[in-house]
């Protein structure tokens, strides 16, 4: 079983930066791909990056481009999501999640909130 916690979520003003992490447990813990979602309230989850977790290849929504960056660290099994620039619409619940080589997203955090105040 795999387990994947979420950390760094805060309150934060608008123009201001956070860093998410995820730490990953579990003996089977081998994704093709990590991910970063986030829901806000009254909205479905929606896709923010993933990273390829061999070759650290990363792919962004384009709303996050050029604010965000995705990144791992194999050996600690951590994935992180640094967010520059913030602003209020980014208010939501972030979510990691680990992705099979079939594309399918097998486990998930719980995840961690971040608030943007303008």
């Known amino acids: 079983q795999v387990q994947l916690v979420e950390s760094g979520g805060g309150l934060v003003q608008a123009g201001g930066s956070l860093r998410l992490s995820c730490a990953a447990s579990?003996?089977?813990?081998?994704?093709?791909?990590m991910g970063w979602f986030r829901q806000a309230p009254g909205k479905a989850r929606e896709f923010v990056a993933h990273?390829?977790?061999?070759?650290?290849?990363?792919f962004y929504a384009d709303s996050e481009k050029g604010r965000f960056t995705i990144s791992r660290d194999n050996a600690k099994k951590t994935v992180y999501l640094q967010m520059n620039s913030l602003k209020p619409e980014d208010t939501a619940v972030y979510y990691c999640?680990?992705?099979?080589?079939?594309?399918?997203?097998?486990?998930w955090g719980q995840g961690t909130q971040v608030t943007v105040s303008s």
């Open positions: 999640g680990s992705e099979t080589i079939s594309l399918v997203y097998n486990y």
């Open positions: 990273i390829t977790w061999s070759g650290g290849n990363a």
């Open positions: 579990g003996r089977t813990f081998s994704p093709y791909r």
